[in-house]
Structures are given as C-alpha cells and as structure tokens.
C-alpha cells in the first residue's frame, strides 16, 4: 500500500495568494492554478483582464510539471526538432507544455503538486509561479 503527500485546498490557496501578491507587484494578471501530485487541478483563479487562452495554458502547465517532476522551463530546449522529447508538445491531446511557468511542488522530496501560470511573458510565468512554491515553501516553516 501507498502513502502519497498531496496538496490539500488549503496548501493551494497559500500557493495562489503568494503567486498572486508576486503578479500584482509586477503588474501582470496572471491565471494561476495548482495541481494534486497527479496533475489534476485543485485550486484555479483568473486574475482580472488575463487573456483567454492563458486559462488552458496555466492548468495545463501544472499538469505538465507534475507529470515530469520538472519545471516546463526546462522542456523547451529539449522538445525542439532533433532533440530527445521532440513532440512532447503534442502528447496526451496537447497537454504537455513546454513554455515557462509550470513547476513541481517538493516536501522532502517527493512531487505533492505544481503551480501552473501563464498570462505574462515567459520569465514573469516562471517569476510568478516561483513566488508562490516560496509561499508555500515558507508556510511550512
């Protein structure tokens, strides 16, 4: 039998609150989402005026670093034609992301969910998403 460290609701909303103080201090909306450590979606929010497609991106960017156990940012370089995980993008019906702004959360270890945030240029999706692993990181303490 397993064991499995997960999120709860309340761990996602101390990652989105900090993800959400970094997008405002940098004045970007972002949309925001946290992930269980299976990649499915427990707390999700759309900041004000954030665009469209940005709603897909951010969920599918948890999913993506919960699934690999890898910031996205780190996929990109990788899935470019010649590479190892060349595709990758259009794995499981296009769900695997392989921009900026997805990352794993870790207690002692092991992956217990992700943040996914997308809205803002590559490296504020990664800023943000940052911050709120931070928030949570520091609740722990």
């Keep these: 039998m397993l064991t499995i460290k997960r999120l709860d609701t309340d761990d996602a909303h101390i990652i989105v609150a900090a993800a959400r103080a970094k997008a405002q201090e940098i004045g970007v909306p972002m949309c ?3 992930t ?3 990649g499915n979606l427990i707390v999700f929010e759309r900041m004000n005026d954030t665009k469209l497609t940005s709603i897909n991106l951010a969920i599918d960017k948890g999913y993506t670093a919960a699934g690999v156990k890898k910031g996205t940012h780190l996929l990109g370089e990788v899935s470019q034609p010649g ?3 060349y595709g990758l993008s ?3 019906g296009g769900r695997m992301v392989v921009l900026a702004g997805g990352l794993p959360v ?3 270890g092991e992956v217990v969910g992700s943040i996914g ?3 803002g240029s590559p490296s504020q999706d990664l ?3 940052e911050a ?3 928030g949570f990181t520091e609740s722990l303490k």
Excluded: N
């Design 32 to 34: 925001i989402a946290v």
């Design 36 to 38: 269980d450590e299976s």
């Design 83 to 85: 590479k190892p995980a």
């Design 90 to 92: 259009s794995t499981l």
């Design 106 to 108: 870790m207690v002692d």
């Design 117 to 119: 945030v997308s809205a």
């Design 127 to 129: 800023e943000v998403a």
């Design 132 to 134: 709120g692993v931070q």
